[in-house]
């Protein structure tokens, strides 16, 4: 079963947290940044919900700390209207943000849609050469290193390391990781890759031999270290 944390002023909770305790949910609630981080240590949260204001804390300083130290989930509902607000906190790290108000089946519908595409992994655990994949506490090491992926970089490899030695193609990929209901164009899923390219590259572990770009259709996690088929480079290469 699921296990939800909302963060807040108990007034604005309580609300949600009496609905969502009907639903197949476990839900915990917390009204200070130490009550959240504690949960989240303690417990297998799969997602959060943060409210804008708190008594003793407001929402981005307790996104930055949660983002420090986990890579659940996150959803914000903001008071503000403001549609730079709104960019903001999707671009601090959260997966999805609501303006009050926000009705009970609007919330269970969001929750849902971003538990179903992080639930999409045939395995919570994968350990790869050295490379350990956590989905249950959204880490990821490579030897004694931590390995920082936004949250969708941290999915769309958790996706490949999940279906090894199967070319993936971009509409697959798109469609597991945000759904079908949200344009993302090949250029933007190409962004991710070198993204996550990149941060494995850092730590020192040969990527390039591993996730390959199959030119024109898609990309593949090799377990036999195959060379690249990448046509153009790696800056190049649009599927």
Known sequence: MNKLLLIGKERKITKFFSFLNTQ???????????????????????????????????????????????????IVILESKEKTDLITILNNGADGCLIEPVNNDELLARIRSLLRRTNVFNHSVVRFKDLVWNKKSFELKYLEHHVSLAPKEFIVLGYFLNYPNKTITHQELVTAVWGTKVAISQRTVHSYIRNIRDSLREVGFPIESYLITVFGIGYR???????????????NAIL
């Open 24 to 74: 197949p949910f476990i839900c915990f609630m917390a009204q200070t940044q130490h009550e959240a981080l504690s949960f989240i240590k303690k417990e297998s949260i799969n997602l959060i919900i943060i409210f804008e204001t708190s008594p003793t804390f407001s929402f981005k300083p307790t996104l930055d700390k949660i983002r420090d130290l986990s890579k659940i989930p996150i």
């Open 221 to 235: 996690w090799d377990t036999h270290g195959k060379k690249s088929e990448e046509l153009f480079g790696e800056e």
